[in-house]
């Protein structure tokens, strides 16, 4: 079951990596130790004899974790593919995709699972909201490693049918995973871990509070996406966010930026952005002085929820997700947080092949443009380096920046 | 035939076939499917990012080009991303009067069915409070008796087709096409005179190599001529815009919306639901019922359901030894003769 953990060449590949690769120097403690945590449970679930769970972003690690599992995020192993450039996977996945259209987090994710590089599987678990290829990727997956394979069907709305449906679903699949695992669903267990999640999330609460400081006080673009693959459920969790909240905290209280030179423009980010080893988010930031301050994907959406009711509190926190929010009200979200974080612009960076935030990006534009706030869309690949053209980008962004200056940048979205 | 734009009552437009018609025509309207055209889709690029699949880009052309101004409202439905996405663009571009999205199960469990049931409440909620009317079952199963009397009416023409070739494939699927798009009692009506006429007057059935034709959808049948051209016969599929539109029909016992739920939820799935397994049976079932000797899958471009369980299902259908050829669109006239001869060459190698 476990014969990839006599070579896991992803982890041999990422010391190499790691040892040529300087870490940001605008990077916050926290966001370093979520980063040695994530190689952490990479490596156990290779050399563990603890059950492994392929994931993906939208299933609640608190569920993985409460069931004594290790997760690995099948829809998250394009990241670290982009980072340590292992563009073998994605010559692989030509071979069992027929097209190169797929997304290339997708793509990364089939090539790995076929090439057997990925920790061997216990379970398969995906959702089917806001990312449908994922759930065949998934599957996919599953059955080239001959594991089970269990679809979490998560309805396009909040509503109290919604979260009766996916809180069923829940519960029978805890109860599976610790079939399979060989024991009995403890619920103290699944208990412990949403009291912890709840206690780092009221953390992260506070971060993103903090963050809205002017100037802010940590660089907005490792936070992106930092919500989606987090130990929630682990104490682990509750020590990164409880050190990235003192960090940020004391940065305020001292007056601290986020950059040396100091912040010139504030920028929403929305989406992904790249993740492969690449200075454009530093020379945005860093050297240009255009700070992220707000994003989507880092954000600790949920409401605080019941432990004493654990599968109904973890279906509530997936259909809360704001992306499932009619178009209107997410939209004036948007406007919401634009004026929370008074934001000079927003970069609507646009992965090629996600058809989900795609096919919002005109609705998007013409939002912010009826609300006079300035938007770049960046077409791009957030893992393939090769398929982002890295001037078009710089040059795009740099006349993005002018644009700013020429409206004044004053005029801050209040 | 007729002319969906001359329907006597006001229309509801829709997109996808897990729509329940049933409710649209119980709420007193016509239902007509939203559907594209081949030709460019340049106007629609500036509404959907270029990367969602053709088919939802090609039915908002034929938004852009005004073929559904009279429309009453839009049903939508959460099939896959792009469709979800085609919703929010519609409205943001039309302003219908009247729009409501679904949201559709992608698993095949009673939970779901009951999920769906719930789902088909909150529409006729919706319908009652917009138009102030006040649907009850015997309006759900008038909806129901004229669904399943298309569907009993398609299903009598396909095995017409099957047994005799009474009209080519071409004809055949623009046929289809019309009984998603044309007032439901008019078609009927033309398609039980036709088929009277054609029992009547058999002819016997063409040679040629039969071939299932398998995919998502198919509003323009130009495909299906290519086949025929090139000495191929298409005697059954698995398209939306084919068998799985009218393959099961709604139970008339039992409460109604528990019937439409059961229906649309427990069909033959497409590429959006979870059953790949389901779709390699189904599959089977048919090359084995029509002794088809290949199979062609037709996918629009962008559609990564259909896309990504093509990796599963090729894999079943060549250690089954069943040959298959994938062919993609989107929807422009430049690519077809490159389609053309990639199926005439998987034809040659069938014959």
Same mark, same amino acid.
């Given at each position: ?41 990479l ?17 609640p ?19 670290f ?26 793509r ?43 679809? /979490?069907?998560?309805?396009? &709305?909040? =509503?109290?049918v #919604?979260?009766? !449906?996916?809180?069923?679903?829940? $519960?029978?699949?805890? %109860? ?13 267990? /699944?208990?412990?871990?949403? &009291?912890? =999640?709840?206690? #780092?999330?009221? !953390?992260?609460?506070?971060?993103? $509070?903090?963050?809205? %400081? ?13 919500? /989606? ?5 682990t ?11 003192? $960090? ?36 945005? $930031? ?24 654990p ?17 209107e ?45 300035p ?11 090769r398929?982002?053209?890295?001037g ?23 | ?29 016509e ?83 009951e999920?769906y ?41 396909y ?23 044309e ?61 799985r539109?009218?393959e ?68 079943e ?35």
């Open positions: 079951m476990k014969k990839a953990s006599e070579r896991p060449e992803i982890i041999r590949r990422m010391i190499e990596k790691s040892g040529t690769q300087e870490p940001d120097p605008t990077a916050l403690n926290g966001t370093l130790m979520r980063g040695m945590h994530l190689v952490r449970l490596y156990r679930a290779f050399a563990e004899r603890r059950p492994v769970a392929w994931t993906n972003v939208f299933t690690p608190e569920l993985i974790f409460g069931c004594d599992y290790i997760p690995f995020w099948l829809d998250g192993s394009g990241g593919s982009g980072w340590i450039e292992m563009t073998e996977v994605f010559d692989h996945a030509d071979a069992t995709l027929p097209t190169r259209d797929i997304c290339t987090f997708l990364a994710a089939v090539g790995g699972a076929t090439m057997e590089l990925f920790p061997p599987p216990t379970a398969v678990v995906c959702t089917s909201h806001l990312c449908e290829g994922c759930a065949k990727v998934a599957r996919i997956g599953a059955r080239h490693s001959h594991a089970e394979f269990h679809l /979490l069907d998560v309805p396009l &709305e909040f =509503s109290d #919604a979260v009766a !449906y996916v809180a069923n679903q829940l $519960e029978s699949l805890a %109860h599976k995973l610790c079939e399979l695992a060989g024991k009995d669903l403890n619920l103290d267990h /699944l208990h412990k871990s949403i &009291e912890l =999640s709840n206690e #780092a999330r009221r !953390y992260f609460l506070e971060v993103y $509070e903090l963050r809205k %400081h002017v100037p802010t006080p940590a660089t907005g673009s490792q936070f992106i996406g930092m919500g /989606l693959m987090y130990p929630w459920g104490q682990i969790g509750v020590n990164i966010a409880k050190s990235l909240r003192d $960090e940020v905290a004391r940065r305020v209280t001292d007056s601290i930026p986020a950059v040396p030179n100091g912040e010139k423009y504030r920028l929403m980010w929305l989406h992904l952005r790249p993740v492969f080893e690449t200075d454009i988010m530093t020379h945005l $930031e860093q050297r240009m002085g255009a700070v992220i301050v707000a994003d989507l994907l880092g954000e600790a959406w949920w409401p605080e929820m019941d432990a004493d009711e599968f109904r509190a973890l279906a509530m926190r997936m259909l809360s997700n704001p992306e499932l929010l009619p178009m009200t997410k939209v004036e979200r948007l406007l919401g947080i634009a004026r929370d974080y008074r934001v000079d612009g927003v970069v609507h960076f646009l992965q090629w092949g996600c058809r989900w935030n795609c096919g919002q990006s005109a609705i998007f534009r013409e939002a912010m443009r009826q609300s006079d706030i938007l770049l869309t960046l077409d791009g690949d957030a893992v393939d380096k398929a982002t053209p890295y078009q980008v710089l040059t795009r962004i740099e006349g993005f920046l002018e644009l700013l200056d020429s409206v004044g940048i004053s005029k801050r979205t209040n | 035939m007729g002319n969906s734009e001359t329907a006597d009552k006001p229309v509801l437009g829709w997109f996808c076939t897990y729509t329940p018609e049933e409710i649209i025509l119980a709420a007193g309207f239902s007509r499917r939203i559907l594209g055209r081949t030709g460019p889709t340049a106007k629609a690029d500036a509404h959907l990012h270029p990367n969602l699949c053709a088919f939802v880009r090609a039915c908002l052309s034929s938004g852009l080009e005004g073929e559904h101004a009279k429309l009453a409202g839009i049903i939508g439905i959460d099939s896959c991303d792009a469709m979800r996405r085609l919703f929010d663009v519609w409205r943001a571009t039309f302003h219908p009067d009247y729009s409501h999205i679904l949201a559709m199960p992608h698993v095949q469990t009673a939970e779901a069915v999920f049931r719930h789902e088909l409440e909150r529409l006729i909620r919706s319908l009652n409070q917009y138009f102030g009317l006040t649907i009850s079952d015997a309006d759900l199963l008038r909806g129901i008796h004229t669904m399943n009397e298309t569907r009993t009416l398609l299903t009598r023409l095995k017409l087709r099957r047994s005799s070739a009474p009209i080519s494939g071409t004809e055949y699927y623009s046929i289809l096409r019309d009984a998603m798009t007032p439901k009692d008019r078609f009927n009506h033309w398609l039980k005179q036709s088929l009277e006429k054609s029992t009547s007057n058999e002819t016997s059935v063409s040679s040629g190599v039969n071939i299932i034709l398998a995919g998502g959808v198919l509003d323009d049948p130009w495909i299906v001529g290519v086949v025929e051209e090139a000495g191929g016969r298409v005697v059954a599929d698995d398209l939306c815009c084919g068998g539109y009218f099961k029909l709604t139970s008339t016992q039992g409460e109604p919306l528990k019937a439409i739920a059961d229906r649309y939820v427990l069909r033959a799935p497409c590429a959006r639901m979870s059953e790949t397994e389901t779709r390699v049976q189904n599959l089977m079932e048919l090359i084995e019922e029509t002794h088809a000797r290949g199979l062609i899958y037709y996918t629009v471009k962008f559609c990564d359901p259909h896309i990504l369980d093509w990796a599963m299902i090729s894999k259908l060549q250690s089954r030894g069943v040959r298959a050829l994938r062919c993609e669109t989107d929807y422009s006239i430049s690519e077809r003769e490159r389609m053309r001869t990639r199926i005439e060459a998987f034809l040659e190698m069938l014959k």
